[in-house]
């Protein structure tokens, strides 16, 4: 008899718990975390792709122009770095990881766009039908880039307003749940200068 009123009085408790985590917040803050990973591993997942495809952009530009060889490197060089850093869910909940990581992505992509510029100069290049087969690929992937950070900027922003919202901040601490960092420019100062359009070189 004892023990079925305790078992009673245990499932009022837990059912009061329940709704009590219900309340403030907690159901949400798992759902958001997990929306959070979610979206950001489907930027890593783009990001991904793009590191796959540099080894056969390299390989193409090789062998179909004299191509400057200093650019081809820093390619290679960025894309080397951009994949040795590891990544791990962890790193949401660390700020200085996630910014060496988008530092690393940040630069492969600079020195692909470099790479497509200077390109233009080789007529041989720009007439490979397999040149310009990867270079769509590479457009549309820079393209599934920019959808996937939108999704995780957003994601990231519902997360982040909860954490930091009353009352729900106090059931942030409790559990510690962080602030998680965001996306954001590296050359903020640079991409703020309108560019200068020339018609004349």
Known sequence: MKSRSF???GWMMAAALSALLTGC???DFQRLDEQTKSAWSEVLNQYQRRADLV???VATVKGEAAFEQDT????IE????ATSIQVTPET????AAFNKFQQAQGELGSALSRLMVVSERYPELK???GFRDLRVQLEGTENRITVARNRYIQAVQEYNVLTR???SNLTAMVFSYSVKPNFNVQNEAQISTPPVVDFKK
């Open 25 to 27: 917040g907690y159901n």
């Open 78 to 81: 960025a894309r080397a770095k």
């Open 92 to 95: 949401l909940n660390d700020p």
């Open 55 to 57: 080894p056969n952009i």
């Open 127 to 129: 007439a490979n039908q």
């Open 165 to 167: 919202s009353f009352p």
């Open 72 to 75: 081809l490197t820093k390619v």
């Open 7 to 9: 078992s009673f009085a």
